[in-house]
């Protein structure tokens, strides 16, 4: 495949129809492309505003060849796309990220083992395929220990917290028998991540990472860019570009870090995606995430990451959203929303920023 640039007018296909995709299609829009929507779900926030949606399942062959066909670069909008999708539209078009970023971050084992080869430090882990797996984690970590899916888990999804042997058997139930992996507790005091982007030439750039802060395991507020991080700012920036180069992947890679008591960092996940912490850098930096990811698909240079005025995000969840007319009323308050039908508890309806 060509590694030219695509001139606007162009169109970008989009995995995925949630509302990264919506806000990457906007994204796209306000440079001159069009975007092409393929997901499973008929209700999809980002088929409202992209220029063609394709509702079919990602095992349909024939849907995504068809798809391939309209489209001059793939990406997508959340990792567990299956990867055999990704991998069939990469024989078609320029697939930015590649099949072998979302196949390490689909697998947390994987990714533990990834993200440690290019220079992370990790919780101590075990790979879990019964109770009795549980049990020796236990033993060899101390308790508590954390048990998590190694496959879908998120927002708190697919994981357990536990402290006795027996409690081991219920967890794995509670898990669905599902291979996992187990992790030692780590006692942190804040989390941050970092987003960075890679360009067809191999080019980087990284935002400033940032602080966040959660709610029943789903992420209410960040801080961008973080306080008083120090020297870490520039570690994990350092660690976040040896990730994405060692997958030669192109596009947005998000990884979520510990500082631990000690002012260590322990990695915890990562995401080749646009991320809710980088939400931010849609009114608050030079480039916003979601550009920034049309401009890696499409092969444009990477947008500057410079940080207009430092901001906070916070997350709308569920019933929240039905105050949009009071937030609105705050000529300081940025708002988005996502255009969901249905407002259930915890789901993430919009965002807001603002300048602080």
């Known amino acids: 495949m060509s590694q ?3 001139p606007p007018g162009g169109v970008i296909g989009i995995l995925g129809g949630g509302q990264l995709g919506r806000m990457t299609a906007l994204a796209a829009a306000n440079l001159g492309y069009r975007a ?5 779900e008929r209700d999809s926030p980002a088929a409202d505003v992209a220029w063609r949606f394709t509702c079919a399942d990602y095992s349909d062959v024939s849907a995504l060849k068809s798809f391939a066909g309209t489209v001059d670069s793939v990406t997508v909008e959340f990792e567990n796309v299956p990867e055999g999708a990704l991998t069939l539209l990469a024989e078609l078009k320029p697939a930015r990220p590649n099949s072998l970023s979302l196949a390490t971050a ?10 440690e080869s290019v220079g992370f430090k990790a919780a101590p882990f075990l790979p879990v395929n019964g109770p009795e797996d549980i049990v020796s ?5 101390g308790s508590p220990v954390v048990v998590k899916t190694r496959r879908f888990g998120y927002d708190g999804k697919g994981q357990v917290k536990l ?5 081991a058997k219920d967890a794995w139930v509670e898990l669905g028998c599902s291979p996992s992996i187990a992790e030692g507790f780590i006692d942190f005091v804040r989390e941050i991540s970092v987003i960075t ?3 067809i030439g191999g080019n980087i750039v990284s ?8 709610e029943n395991h789903i992420l209410r507020q960040t801080i961008a860019p973080a306080p008083d991080l120090g020297k870490l700012a520039a570690e994990a920036e350092d660690l976040a570009a040896n990730a994405i180069a060692g997958l030669d992947m192109v596009g947005l890679l998000a990884i979520e870090m510990f500082v631990t008591r000690e002012n260590n960092l322990i990695v915890n996940e990562m995401a080749p995606r646009p991320h809710n912490s980088g939400h931010w850098t849609m009114d608050f930096a030079a480039t916003s995430q979601f550009e920034q990811l049309v401009r890696c698909a499409m092969g444009l240079p990477l947008g500057s990451t410079e940080v207009l005025c430092p901001a906070e995000m916070q997350n709308i969840l569920g019933d929240e959203v039905h105050d949009w007319h009071q937030l609105l009323a705050d000529p300081k308050t ?3 929303l996502y255009g969901k039908n249905e407002a259930r508890k915890g789901r993430k309806m919009g965002h807001w920023n603002r300048a602080i």
Not at 137 to 141: C, G, Q, T
């Open 4 to 6: 030219e640039m695509i």
């Open 36 to 40: 092409h929507i393929f997901a499973p």
């Open 106 to 115: 689909q697998d947390r084992l994987n990714e533990k083992n990834y993200l």
């Open 137 to 141: 984690a236990l033993e060899n970590f």
């Open 163 to 167: 402290s006795e042997p027996k409690e």
């Open 197 to 199: 982007a890679r360009d």
């Open 207 to 214: 935002y400033p990472a940032v602080e966040n802060r959660h």
């Open 334 to 336: 940025h708002l988005h």
